[in-house]
């Protein structure tokens, strides 16, 4: 077979799905990888809204997925045919500084490639470049549902919101968002035990997700939203407050809702400049964290999946197959009507 199914940015600036040649090695340290899940991503919505520069229209789209290795490279020494693996958001070279000092979101030659600047995951087939250092051997004993979250939205959830935040044993958390990456926020940060985890959102449903999920407390995100924090710990603030939504207004939020010597971790993409309030925080022994995910923590999390200790597929609402990824699209694309959050596609 010469060529495959693929999700595409058309030039009309739609997904479509498209017949495209089947992907060949072409470096000796790619792999290519038979896609048995991928998923869409909100940053994929970002693709189609014109909004990621870096990604030209006839881009395959997609940067998640679990997948069997069907051929490698020569210097690809880690994975052979018929290994099953997860592909991570981010490919890594695992030589160059970044990489070597824990950032391969900033990798060289690598980074968050698939579905931006290489062709991605919503395809039968990928290319993934450096696959010795950019797959992950899945877990036996784990669903591939369950690992599929672990391409993307639990290592940035654990990676950008809990680590960069300090959560700790007997702290105080808000979590801003409670879409994908906010609840994935929430699942990991209770591997620390923190006292109380706020989740803040517009969405009465996905609060209840959220409380079904491990929150001790949510607040609907309104003109309401800080008194009611302030309430729920004694006036204080909150140690750790996770921004996981990406504008101005929840950005602005966290400033108001940080405890003294507490920790804004901000994992949003922002569009637009937003307002830092020196003059309320200048005195405050705050810290503010941003990070574009590394997935340094993938291989940890895939332990965790596999002992019961975290079940991530819970964020998972819906199941498509290929031929409706463009339905799949529509429906995450209005994710609130839909009470949708994540999607699987099966390939
Ligand atoms: N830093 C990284 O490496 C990285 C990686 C992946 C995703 N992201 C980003 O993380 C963010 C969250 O991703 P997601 O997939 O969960 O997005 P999402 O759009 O599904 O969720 C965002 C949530 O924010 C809520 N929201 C909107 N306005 C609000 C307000 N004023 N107050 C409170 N809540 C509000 C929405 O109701 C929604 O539930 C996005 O900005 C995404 O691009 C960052
Ligand atoms: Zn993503
Ligand atoms: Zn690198």
């Not at 958001?89 to 060289?108: A, D, F, K, Q, V």
């Not at 696959?131 to 959830?157: C, E, Y």
């Not at 959220?210 to 995100?221: D, E, N, Q």
Request: glycine fraction near 10%; hydrophobic fraction near 40%; proline fraction near 4%.
């Amino acid at each position: 077979m010469t060529t495959m199914k693929a999700l595409v940015y058309a030039a009309t600036g739609k997904p479509t799905l498209e017949d495209r040649p089947k992907p060949t090695i072409l470096k000796p340290t790619d792999a290519i990888v038979k896609m048995i899940k991928t998923t869409i991503c909100g940053t994929d919505l970002h693709i189609f809204k014109g909004d990621v520069a870096t990604c030209d229209t006839g881009r395959i789209i997609g940067h998640e997925g679990v997948a069997v290795v069907e051929q490698v490279g020569d210097k690809v020494s880690h994975f052979k045919p018929g290994d099953k693996v997860i592909v991570s958001c981010i490919t890594s070279c695992t030589t160059c500084t970044n990489c070597r000092t824990g950032m391969p979101s900033h990798c060289t030659d690598g980074g968050w490639t698939l579905g931006n600047t290489i062709d991605g995951t919503q395809a039968e087939y990928t290319r993934v470049p450096h696959a010795d250092g950019s797959l992950h051997r899945v877990a036996k004993n784990a669903s591939d549902d369950a690992q599929l979250m672990l391409s993307d939205i639990v290592p940035t959830g654990y990676e950008c919101g809990v680590l960069q935040g300090k959560v700790k044993l007997g702290s105080t958390v808000a979590i801003v968002g409670s879409g994908p990456v906010g609840l994935s926020a929430l699942i990991t940060s209770q591997l620390f035990s923190p006292l109380q985890v706020i989740m803040i959102d517009l969405n009465e449903k996905r609060l209840s997700t959220a409380r079904s999920l491990g929150a001790t407390h949510t607040v609907v995100s309104g003109p309401n939203a800080v008194e009611q924090v302030m309430k729920l710990t004694a006036g204080r603030g909150v140690d750790t407050v996770i921004e996981a939504v990406g504008i101005p207004a929840t950005f602005e939020l966290c400033q108001k809702l940080v405890a003294v010597g507490g920790t804004i971790a901000n994992l949003g993409v922002h569009g637009a400049k937003v307002d830092l309030h020196m003059e309320k925080l200048w005195d405050r022994n705050i810290t503010i964290t941003t990070r574009l995910v590394s997935t340094t923590s993938t291989s940890m999390l895939i332990k965790l999946v596999e002992s019961g200790k975290i079940q991530p597929e819970k964020v998972s609402t819906h199941n498509f197959a290929f031929g409706d990824i463009e339905k799949a699209y529509s429906i995450f694309g209005a994710a609130e009507s839909h009470n949708c959050l994540k999607v699987v596609i099966n390939i």
